[in-house]
């Protein structure tokens, strides 16, 4: 398996909205593995396709305590949303940040699985707001945009310097840190 580079806001690239998936074939299951290998390794509950520059409508999610029960939801669509209410939220592309927002607390989805097969399930509580936020994702919508413009701009500058100063911290000639 393959360890994913996850792109970071502000980069325009997540802003690119997904393709529906054509067909569950052998490369589209390497890529599960290797976006199930990079969200966990990021220590993430979720993560788009879109989120590893592959604009396909996929996503990956394990909410379990255990990290053992790996969801898989291609070309996913919440079919009903109920209870709205608040839930603070991350994200791996936004590293750091965690904020409230409004999202559906139970919704029912359809999408196909790894197996190529079409299934409906409900999901509650973390498993529907994570569902909702990467289809996101997919639909080139990131959390902070739910944020006031001053938030979301505060955010911005400090993930561009935090990038700005890792590209000076990698440059050649540098001396290593310890």
């Not at 580079?5 to 690239?13: K, N």
């Not at 569950?24 to 220590?43: F, G, Q």
């Amino acid at each position: 398996m393959t360890r994913l580079t996850i792109l970071e806001y502000p980069d325009p690239r997540l802003r690119t909205k997904a393709t529906p998936v054509a067909e569950v074939d052998a490369r589209l299951r390497t890529l599960i593995d290797d976006m199930l290998e990079s969200m966990y390794v990021a220590k993430g509950v979720g993560l788009a396709a879109t989120q590893v520059n592959v604009h396909k409508r996929l996503l990956v999610a394990d909410v379990s305590e255990e990290k053992n029960t790996p969801l898989v939801f291609v070309n996913p669509e919440v079919l009903s949303r109920e209870e709205i209410g608040t839930m603070q939220e991350g994200c791996l592309s936004v590293p750091g940040f965690y904020e409230d927002v409004n999202r559906a607390h139970r919704i029912r989805v359809k999408a196909t699985g790894r197996d190529g097969k079409t299934f409906e399930m409900d999901a509650e509580g973390l498993l529907a707001v994570c569902v909702q936020h990467e289809i996101d994702h997919l639909d080139g919508k990131l959390f902070v945009d739910y944020l006031s413009e001053l938030k979301r701009n505060r955010i911005r500058r400090k993930l561009e310097k935090d990038q700005r100063q890792r590209v000076t911290d990698s440059a050649p000639g540098r001396a290593p840190a310890f």
